[in-house]
């Protein structure tokens, strides 16, 4: 575990500082796109992996709690960076560097302190018999709908709150306001997981959200857009704890749920290279927002329901408390 969370913190403070230096395109492309992302995707899912080995019945709420640090940093860290570059004299370079040694001190702690329960397995890297399985598949095909619509308000709430008229200012809090909402929506539905159901939560998220992203262009003023912005905030992040609880439903063995919420949240999470891209080419073809709503939300829906679906290669069937 700790073989790859502390090269994984170092790379990640290292891109943060090297992004203070970017100024072209491909820069940012290579520190925030390549480096950060799998510093990032490292350090998150080994934690989660080494979280989920010391609970059982309470796994779901153990592992919505660790993932509520995340939406707390997307609440300071935003409001602090627009604080730097806007409120003092400070540029760009050094508000960077500044938010990567608040971040240091985090990162050594978390390196220092993370360990696992059970020894690591001594197989192959990867399971491929894993693919076999129906529910580890449809689980996939469940979450990668539900990112396709999770991140279409992530990436666009602050855009089309400022077509709306809303002041610019405001419009990039909307993202801390969601994130502040999403700190309650991965702990609450842990806690619920863990009494009704990991699957259940999870497809009942993907309804939710899916209905909340149907609605994208309907909030036309400030109060509408700091309100969706709570509730969006809250189901999407019922997804985000949800998701990788419910991958550790497939594993039999317990040192494999890190492997098996590695295989599956990274091949579902190729729905974020497609879903944002996506939506920006309807943004210009349209020239509005209507047609992103009702592509992202009926996709999410589907995935609510194909988790619903993947209950019947459970014990329990489609009514079980599973």
């Known amino acids: 575990m700790t073989q790859i969370i502390r090269p994984a913190a170092v790379a990640y403070i290292l891109a943060i500082k090297m992004m203070s230096l970017c100024r072209a395109y491909w820069q940012f492309m290579l520190c925030q ?39 707390l940093g997307g609440v300071i ?11 003092s004299s400070l540029g760009y370079g050094w508000s960077v560097r500044i938010l990567a040694f608040i ?42 709908c539900m ?26 809090y909307m993202l801390a306001i969601l994130n502040a909402a999403s700190t309650f929506g991965r702990i609450i539905p842990g806690i619920l997981a863990d009494k009704f159901g990991r ?12 209905i909340v992203v149907l609605c994208f262009d309907q909030p036309k003023s400030t109060v509408g857009l700091v309100v969706y912005a709570v509730v969006f905030g809250f189901t999407s992040g019922m997804i985000i704890s949800g998701a990788s609880a419910a991958f550790t439903l497939c ?8 492997t098996y919420m ?46 619903l679906a993947s209950k019947r290669a459970t014990p329990g069937g489609i009514f079980g408390r599973v």
């Not at 920006?280 to 047609?291: A, S, T, V």
Request: glycine letters at 10%.
């Open 77 to 87: 860290i935003p409001i602090a960076l627009s604080k730097m570059l806007s409120g």
């Open 251 to 258: 594993p039999k063995d317990p040192r494999d749920m890190g």
């Open 147 to 172: 990112f396709v619509g999770l991140f279409t308000p992530l990436f666009y709430l602050p855009t089309y709150a400022v077509s709306r008229g809303i002041e610019t200012t405001l419009a990039s």
């Open 103 to 144: 971040m240091l001190p985090m990162a050594a702690f978390a390196t220092a302190t993370i360990t696992t329960r059970l020894p690591p397995r001594t197989t192959t890297f990867l399971i491929p018999s894993a693919f076999r399985q129906v529910k580890f598949l449809c689980l996939i095909v469940a979450v990668f």
């Open 199 to 210: 699957l259940n939560m999870l497809s009942i998220a993907g309804v939710m959200n899916g």
């Open 262 to 307: 590695g295989m599956g949240l990274t091949t579902a999470a190729l729905a974020v290279l497609i879903g944002p891209p996506l939506n920006g080419l309807l943004i210009d073809r349209y020239g509005g927002f209507f047609e992103v709503s009702m592509l992202s939300g009926s996709i999410c829906l589907v995935g609510g329901f194909v988790t």
């Open 33 to 71: 796109g390549v480096l950060l992302g799998l510093s990032m995707g490292f350090m998150m899912y080994t934690a989660l992996a080494a979280v989920s080995q010391f609970f059982d019945k309470k796994r779901a709420a153990a592992m919505g709690i660790a993932v509520s640090g995340s939406s």
